[in-house]
Structures are given as C-alpha cells and as structure tokens.
C-alpha cells in the first residue's frame, strides 16, 4: 500500500510560478513511475507530466517547456515546478503512481492516487 500527499497548491496570478510536491509512503520499494495528472471543472482529468525509476520525464503537449518534474531532495518525493501560469492551467493536480510513463505525461497501470491540490491561475 501507498498512500501519496500533494502540497503546494495555491493562488498565483498568470505568469508566476508554483511548485507543487507529491510526498510517498508506505511500500515506496514498488514505485515506478510517479506522475502529475490535473482536472478542471467539467473538464477530463488529463496527464500532465511522469517521472519514471531511471529518472526519465515525459510532459504533456500543453506543458512542455513550462513545467519540470524532479525528484525532490526529500527521500520519496517528486516535484513539479510549474512556471509561466496561465489561466487554462487552473485545475484540481493529483499525484499518481504506476508502472510506466506514457509519452503524454500519465502513468500506466496506475495503482494509487493522492487527495489532491488545487492551483489557481489568475488573469
């Protein structure tokens, strides 16, 4: 079992920045991929970006130059740092775990899921 804690979410007017952490715990031994999945009201819940056990990063289309994803210098966790915000990136994010990155940012096989942060993006 895992259980997964995002953090960082927040209020931020396009054009800043946020970092958001996904913390792991549990049976951390069996992760392979980590990844950012983000859904808007309305919307489908869409991949936004995945790191993988070797430290590959796949990012979403709509993200690509904007975001990074990282191992945090905390044991178990993974950053994404989201820079150049615009509004149609306000969205609920949620940290999820799997068994392969896919070249859209998402995970395969996904096992488990965070409670998620909500991000904000202001006009």
Avoid: H
């Amino acid at each position: 079992q895992v259980q997964l804690v995002e953090s960082g979410g927040g209020l931020v007017q396009s054009g800043g920045s946020l970092r958001l952490s996904c913390l792991a715990s549990g049976s951390t031994s069996n992760i392979r991929a980590t990844a950012w999945f983000r859904q808007a009201p309305g919307k489908e819940r869409e991949g936004v970006s995945c790191i993988n056990s070797i430290g590959s990063t796949y990012y979403a289309d709509s993200v690509k130059g904007r975001f990074t994803i990282s191992r945090d210098n905390a044991k178990n966790t993974v950053s994404l740092q989201m820079n150049s915000l615009k509004p149609e990136d306000t969205a609920t994010y949620y940290c999820a775990t799997g068994q392969f990155c896919t070249v859209g940012g998402g995970t395969a096989g996904r096992n488990f899921w965070g409670q998620g942060t909500r991000v904000t993006v202001s006009s």
